[in-house]
């Protein structure tokens, strides 16, 4: 046996290796692990049946995306693990950390970072391998906002507001990462780093005049945005075509109207897998990873389409349950996350049945792309992590 | 603990979350159902059908032949070697291997070779593909026949690789005619909005004929049209819709191909030998035309290039190379569009008017001395050389003295500032003469408008506009001086002259006039001006709007257009006084025409006049001039005719006598048959059309004729573009 076992407290405090499973077990949420895990197996089916025809076509293998996906799974499963381990107080010390790290990621990206869709968002690793900072940023964003309130809150009453200074703090560490990601520009991933720390402000309870302020101020900075020119040609397209969407059959309309067609025709059961039409002649750009869903809405229709919706749904609803019974610091956390993944779930479904604009997201667990599968696979363990905690 | 946390004032917060969670995932859920089962108006289902793709057959372009018939321009059909990038992405090693050992046959490598084949696209940057994926990509225009049998013999090791045959315009005799007949290049979207029946694939011509005759040579271009599978791949040729592409007319023009190898070869053979001689000899030009038709039979400039370059998109080295500042302007036709200091051979244009409006008389004489003093300025002969005595206008006119042309000019001056003071206006007399002659209005030969200079002279209302436009500029270099400057006495010069034209550029002065009088000061001229001139003093003072073009001839051999040059304007001068100074300037008079040097003893040296100039132009060396004309010959009322007016320059060559002289000496022997037969027959221009076969048709061939984009394609005109357009849907 070693030190580190005896002492759960310690730093790094990871639980023996020879300890009885049904004891190691305990503490995780298996609905919510179960839940990620099918929407990431879905997610695997549906950039197969996105990617085979069009791999076939160009000579390569049909099953070469699948793959990919699967190992990029069973990396982010890894790190579920690993931070699932992780003792939740010890936030405190690795919060910060894990915000200024996602930070530099982000400062590193502008620097030797390259284009990808009009977005300066990416790092390349070599050998094909891309990080995309802002994804973990996301993560990193929630951990700090929650550490700084429950430092600050300390040994304050749970019903008192945070101060004004707590939140000026708050928008000080919200202001910088979206400041960056809007100069990729990269207005989706803004947009959902924005909707999780707004998440995080009401779990934290800071007054309504805050929130209703900040409110205004993001319509007010939107509408300035559009009319002042802040927004990059592209992301105004896109706009314009989603609210006049027969203007521009063929540029940026395309996508919207090639992924309304697929789901249209999906019907009640869809026309199985495999068998989409507008799939498999490669007709959505992007398919594989922005317009997913149009996958599910063809091959298995409104059935399919109703599934993911209701995994999201009870994914969620397991998140908000271990937000309620964790600790300050973890019950930010927990709705951080939920926040994040709900919103950018509600963004990507909604721009596929244009509901909401185009912006460059993937859909969560399922699209193909390997930094926002690491970065769901981190936060899923985060709150497992959290969970474990509020359980012993 | 579990459950105080639940129900503590945390846990009331997150009903907020649980409800925003909650209306966002129903949001969906219902729009799902709505998009799904409830709307009304589906989107049709596209997939899987097939949609028409055409292919545009650009049509040949017309050919361009000489006076004789003789092809200027042609096409010819070129090997263009093409990739099929889904044959080779079916490889098992998806190509890698074929496009290595094509890259090592074209000399290129494997990676750029490539970028080229891959379609362009938001992630592919340049060099890429720019036309559909679906079309086989060119990557190598004019193969040679080494390339093409390697790629033939050996299609085992090439699968996907295959040649097809295009047409392209020619010049099959390199230079020859360059700035006259000018080059193509590739159709630009700004030339697509201006002619809508332009598409990618179309050639079109730049500059020269090419340009001026772009319509009547273009043709008109076929179609062929497919049909395309949703992926973009070719499902079937439809024969159905197909259209096949018309050649262009044939342009028939005045250049004699003879006559104009034999100009530029004595152009290239002056400018050597001047060089020879310790000149500069940058540059020079020849005009050879018929003073009667007004039709243009030669026009060569120095230095000159090749259009071939032009074919299939011009490369970045060899467009630099052409537009270098060492490279002396290759692309300017210096005969046409270039002007210059005429010098002496501008005295036709002053003696003229100085008769005609009785400032000097026929039958007088007077002085040349070696130096006159005009406003208080010193202006002297050439080489300060002086007659004792008094000299007729013939004797001015063939020993070229300026000092002869001085006084009158200068006269003419002071009575115009006379008038002036009296609320007249000026009558400006020899600036009226010049402009009747030509001189400050584009020549309106069948060319580009910004390919035809239009000259200049001084007068007093452009003075004053243009100081006034330029004053604030002139004052403060003035003041600044010019620091850049390197050499002192040019920058001592330039103060001064800015200085000048401060205070004073406003005025027009006698010695300005006394400097148009001799060709010199703000008097420039192209030596096609020069040959309208001349050619005016020998037709009875008619200037044309000259012609190269001669008649358009459609594809069944039919004439559909004459082209004939129009006269704008007949000189205010009479006959008898142009004939006086024709006939003063004949090589018969010898030694007393300075133009008849080179000529003397040869034996057609009574066929030909001329007038030499010798034009100074500051920090450079003289340029050196000869207009001429011959063979002379009289009709029955004993007025001068001549077949041709040849007029020559060379810049910064010496006196007209030393370089010019000589050179249209060459030209001559030629046209008259000295030495060896007549490079023309009957040493006349030609003056039937010659007969055109009807074109062979050209079968239709549906393929890109263009390279692909490479990445260092500089000129918008020679960028390389798709030349297939997809239809209906992606």
Redesign the interface.
Same mark, same amino acid.
């Given at each position: 046996m070693t030190l580190l076992a005896r002492d759960p407290r310690a730093p790094f405090a990871l639980t023996s290796p020879v300890m009885p499973l049904e004891r190691r077990a305990r503490g995780y949420d298996w609905l919510l692990i179960g839940t990620a895990l099918v929407l990431s197996l879905i997610g695997a089916v549906l950039v197969w049946a996105a990617t085979r025809d069009l791999l076939r076509a160009q000579g390569g293998n049909p099953e070469g995306f699948l793959y990919r996906h699967l190992f990029n799974l069973a990396i982010a499963a890894v790190l579920m693990v690993v931070v699932s381990r992780f003792d939740a107080r010890l936030l405190r010390l690795f919060g910060p950390i894990v915000y200024i790290v996602s930070l530099l990621g982000l400062v590193a990206v502008s620097v030797v970072g390259s284009t990808v869709n009009g977005a300066h968002a990416w790092i390349r690793l070599g050998g094909g391998f891309q990080l995309q900072p802002s994804e973990f940023m996301k993560l990193g964003l929630i951990v700090g906002m929650a550490v700084l309130f429950a430092q600050r809150s300390a040994g304050r009453d749970d019903d008192e507001p945070p101060s004004t200074l707590d939140v000026l703090m708050a928008m000080a560490l919200i202001a910088v990462p979206l400041a960056l990601i809007m100069l990729q520009p990269d207005l989706g991933s803004a947009m959902v780093l924005a909707a999780a720390a707004f998440g995080v402000l009401i779990a934290a309870g800071v007054r309504a005049r805050w929130t209703i302020g900040l409110l205004i101020l993001t319509v007010v900075v939107a509408v300035l945005a559009v009319k002042g020119g802040l927004l990059a040609d592209y992301q105004l397209e896109r706009f314009s075509s989603f609210t006049h969407p027969g203007q521009d059959t063929q540029g940026a309309a395309y996508n919207v109207t090639q992924a309304h067609i697929a789901i249209a025709n999906g019907g009640l059961f869809g026309t199985g897998l495999f068998d989409g039409p507008q799939t498999n002649g490669g007709f959505v750009p992007e398919q594989r990873t922005d317009f997913v869903f149009s996958v599910a809405g063809e091959e298995f229709g409104l059935v399919g389409g109703a599934v993911l919706i209701g995994l999201y749904a009870v994914l969620c609803w397991r998140s908000l349950r271990i937000a309620a019974d964790a600790d300050r610091a973890g019950r930010l956390v927990a709705v951080g996350i939920v926040c994040w993944i709900a919103f950018q779930a509600f963004q990507n479904i909604g721009m596929n049945l244009g509901l909401t604009p185009i912006t460059g997201l993937p859909l969560p667990f399922v699209s193909y792309g390997g930094s926002s599968m690491f970065a769901q696979g981190l936060a899923i363990g985060l709150l497992q992590a959290v969970r474990r905690r509020a359980s012993r | 603990v !579990?459950n105080g946390?639940?129900n /503590? &004032? /945390? #846990?009331r917060?997150?009903t907020?979350?649980?409800v925003? *969670? !909650?209306s =966002? =995932?129903l949001?969906?859920?219902g729009?799902?159902?709505y *998009? $799904?089962?409830l709307?009304p108006n589906? &989107? *049709? $289902?596209? #997939? /899987?059908r097939l949609h028409d793709g055409t292919i545009v057959v650009p049509a040949p372009r017309g050919q361009i032949v000489d006076a004789r018939g003789r092809v200027l321009v042609a096409n010819t059909s070129m090997q263009v070697l093409t990739v099929n990038r889904e044959t080779l $992405? #079916?490889?098992p090693d $998806?190509g890698t291997a074929v496009i290595g050992r094509l890259a090592t046959l074209l000399r290129t490598t494997p990676a750029l070779l490539a970028k080229e084949i891959t379609p362009c696209s &938001?992630?592919v940057p340049a060099p890429c593909w720019t036309g559909q994926p679906y079309q086989p990509v060119p990557v190598a225009t004019n193969t040679s026949t080494a390339v093409a049998l390697a790629v033939s013999e050996h299609r085992e090791h090439f699968p996907g690789v295959a040649l097809q045959t295009v047409t392209q315009p020619s010049y099959p005799n390199g230079t020859l005619a360059a700035h006259l007949l000018g080059y193509t290049g590739e159709v630009t979207a700004a030339d697509k909005k201006a002619t809508p029946v332009l598409t990618d694939a179309d050639t079109i011509g730049r500059s020269g004929l090419q340009a001026q005759y772009d319509t009547v040579l273009r043709g008109t271009d076929g179609k062929q049209v497919v049909q395309l599978t949703?992926?973009g791949t070719v499902a079937a040729d439809t024969a159905g819709g197909n259209v096949p592409a018309v050649q262009g007319d044939t342009l028939v023009t005045s250049i004699d191909a003879d006559v104009q190898k034999l100009a530029e070869m004595s152009l290239a053979r002056q400018i050597a030998d001047s060089r020879a001689k310790g000149k500069l000899a940058t540059s020079g030009a020849v005009v050879v035309m018929d003073p009667n038709t007004g039709r243009v039979i030669a026009s060569a400039s120095y230095p000159t290039y090749n259009p071939q370059e032009f074919i299939g998109g011009i490369s970045k080295a060899d467009y630099g190379a052409l537009t270098a500042p060492g490279a002396g302007d290759p692309l300017l036709s210096r005969a046409i569009a270039g002007q210059y200091a005429p010098g002496s051979t501008f005295k036709l244009i002053t003696a003229s008017s100085l008769v005609a409006h009785n400032e000097i008389s026929l039958g007088s004489s007077y002085a040349c001395p070696g130096s006159l003093a005009i406003d208080g300025r010193v202006k002297t002969n050439y080489d300060s050389e002086s007659f004792g005595r008094p000299l007729s206008l013939q004797d001015a006119l063939g020993y070229s003295c300026d000092t002869f042309f001085y006084a009158p000019t200068a006269a003419e001056y002071y009575a115009d500032q006379a008038r002036i003071a009296a609320g007249q206006k000026p009558t400006e007399y020899l600036q009226k003469t010049a402009a009747s002659f030509g001189v400050g209005r584009a020549p309106n030969i069948d060319l580009p408008a910004d390919e035809q200079a239009a000259g200049s002279y001084a007068d007093r209302e452009t003075r004053r506009a243009r100081w006034l436009a330029n004053k604030a500029q002139y004052c403060a270099a003035a003041k600044r001086g010019f620091p850049d400057e390197p050499n002192p006495a040019q920058r001592a010069y330039r103060t001064a002259l800015a200085a000048e034209n401060c205070t004073d550029g406003w005025r027009y002065r006698a010695g300005d006039n006394a400097d148009m009088a001799i060709g010199q000061g703000e008097t420039t001229m192209s030596p096609l001006q020069l040959a309208l001139a001349y050619s005016a003093m020998l037709n009875g003072g008619r200037i044309f709007a000259p012609t190269l073009g001669w008649a358009v001839v459609d594809g069944a051999g039919k004439v559909v257009r004459t082209i004939k040059p129009t006269v704008r304007n007949t000189v205010p001068v009479q006959r008898s006084v142009l004939n006086y100074i024709a006939d003063s300037l004949q090589f018969s008079r010898g030694w007393a025409v300075s133009g008849a040097f080179a000529y003397i003893g040869s034996p057609v040296q009574s066929l030909i006049g001329g007038k030499t100039g010798t034009a100074e132009v500051f920090g450079r060396q003289d340029t050196s001039w000869l207009a001429s004309w011959g063979p002379l010959s009289r009709d029955a009322k004993g007025d001068p005719h001549a077949k041709f007016v040849v007029v020559g320059m060379v810049e910064q060559a010496g006196t007209g006598a030393t370089a010019a002289g000589p050179m249209l000496k060459r030209i001559y022997d030629g046209l008259l048959g000295v030495g060896g037969p007549a490079v023309i027959p009957g040493s006349r221009p030609e003056t039937s059309l010659p007969k055109i076969a009807p074109q062979v048709r050209v079968m239709s061939r549906p393929a890109a004729p263009r390279p692909a984009a490479r990445g260092d394609a500089p000129h918008p005109d020679a960028m390389p573009t798709r030349a297939v357009r997809a239809g209906a849907s992606?």
């Open positions: - | !579990a946390r639940r /503590g &004032p /945390g #846990a917060r997150l907020i979350v649980v925003l *969670v !909650a =966002m =995932m949001t969906l859920a729009r799902l159902y *998009v $799904q089962l709307d589906k &989107p *049709v $289902q596209t #997939a /899987g $992405q #079916a490889l $998806q &938001p992630r949703p992926q992606r």
